[in-house]
């Protein structure tokens, strides 16, 4: 009933900066929170940042003070503003909705590439 599409993505030195978006469409009146994880080559995919309706937000330890989350409510659109990008911050990151009645859903991806 949701779907994402996320955009932004690409080729940074490290140190360099950013700026991810994922955009919501279809029955968008449910969603709960929004938010963005990643999944490392050889790793399980894991949390980066989550943005509710109530403005809470919460991030990964390894990505707190350099990445801020924010979330355009009118647009159906949540952010990811990545500063300070290390060689550990390469992954595909995926964007995910989560509504009122309990489904969740997932966008296809996005590469982040950090070299040194």
């Known amino acids: 009933q949701v779907q994402l599409v996320e955009s932004g993505g690409g080729l940074v030195q490290a140190g360099g900066s950013l700026r991810l978006s994922c955009a919501a469409s279809?029955?968008?009146?449910?969603?709960?929170?929004m938010g963005w994880y990643r999944q490392a080559p050889g790793k399980q995919r894991e949390l980066v940042a989550t943005?509710?309706?109530?403005?809470?937000?919460n991030y990964a330890d390894s990505v707190k003070g350099r990445f801020t989350i924010s979330r355009d409510n009118a647009k159906n659109t949540v952010y990811l503003q990545m500063n300070s990008l290390k060689p550990e911050d390469t992954a595909v990151y995926y964007c995910?909705?989560?509504?009122?009645?309990?489904?969740?859903?997932w966008g296809q991806g996005t590469q982040v590439t950090v070299s040194s």
């Open positions: 943005y509710t309706n109530a403005g809470s937000t």
């Open positions: 279809g029955i968008t009146f449910g969603i709960n929170g």
């Open positions: 995910k909705a989560v509504d009122y009645w309990g489904s969740t859903s």
